[in-house]
């Protein structure tokens, strides 16, 4: 079927503004992370979301971002009054839990979000 | 805290010229050591996983081995196919996240 799929590929908005990304992972996988990357650095990631668990929030950066997904489909990462900081491209991963699949995330081509 | 270090920060290489990247970690019970590429535009894809010390896994060109602190890509007679951001990540037994390094941009002339 097909891969992951994020919207919107670009996003360009203006500082103090409100930004909605969206990831839509592959069918039946259960586990999704959220990636964030910086011009020319390595992924820094975010939040994970495993089946009905308690998602690990850990890696967001402050209480202007927060993600959601319902059940084991579509998930939305929401960043609040945006800084020119957020500039990077939001990746969206998700994976079949279990040995063997571990570690065997499949991205999406991200948003790259420019706050201007 | 867990860590990945990847060098070198870049690498050019004429098609044919053999090379290795080194991902150095720091991890709290390694669960797993992975390797992605990650072209122009688009999201890294997988392409191996190492378990333990001393494991080997291999790929066309590409080769990947493990060590208790360290991991190599070895890059076999390079084509500009090859040529890419390649990644490497850690998961440590008790998590969920992937660890990832800075990644080598690899760029093969012909």
């Known amino acids: 079927g097909a891969g992951v799929s994020q919207s919107p590929s670009n996003k360009v908005t203006e500082k103090g503004k409100d930004v909605e990304l969206r990831c839509d992972p592959i069918?039946?996988?259960?586990?999704l992370y959220w990636y964030r990357q910086r011009l020319g650095q390595g992924l820094e990631f975010l939040i994970y979301?495993?089946?009905?668990?308690?998602?690990?929030k850990s890696g967001l950066p402050s209480d202007r971002f927060s993600a959601e997904r319902t059940g084991e489909s579509v998930s939305t990462l929401t960043i609040q009054r945006t800084q020119q900081e957020d500039s990077a491209v939001y990746l969206c991963?998700?994976?079949?839990?279990?040995?063997?699949?571990?570690?065997?995330?499949?991205f999406g081509s991200g948003t790259q979000l420019s706050v201007l | 805290e867990d860590q990945v270090t990847q060098s070198p920060e870049a690498l050019r290489l004429q098609e044919g010229e053999s090379s290795s990247l080194n991902c150095s970690y720091t991890?709290?019970?390694?669960?797993?050591l992975f390797w992605y590429r990650q072209d122009p535009g688009k999201g890294p894809e997988f392409l191996f996983t190492?378990?333990?010390a001393g494991e080997e896994k291999e790929k066309e060109r590409l080769k990947a081995t493990l060590t208790k602190k360290e991991s190599f890509l070895h890059i076999t007679a390079p084509k500009p196919e090859d040529s890419a951001t390649y990644l490497c990540?850690?998961?440590?037994?008790?998590?969920?996240?992937?660890?990832f390094g800075g990644g080598t941009r690899v760029l093969v002339k012909p």
């Open positions: 991963a998700s994976s079949l839990e279990g040995t063997g699949k571990m570690g065997k995330l499949f």
């Open positions: 069918s039946g996988h259960t586990a």
């Open positions: 979301f495993q089946g009905n668990s308690a998602p690990d």
């Open positions: 991890v709290s019970g390694l669960r797993g």
């Open positions: 190492l378990y333990s």
């Open positions: 990540a850690v998961q440590r037994a008790a998590g969920n996240k992937l660890t």
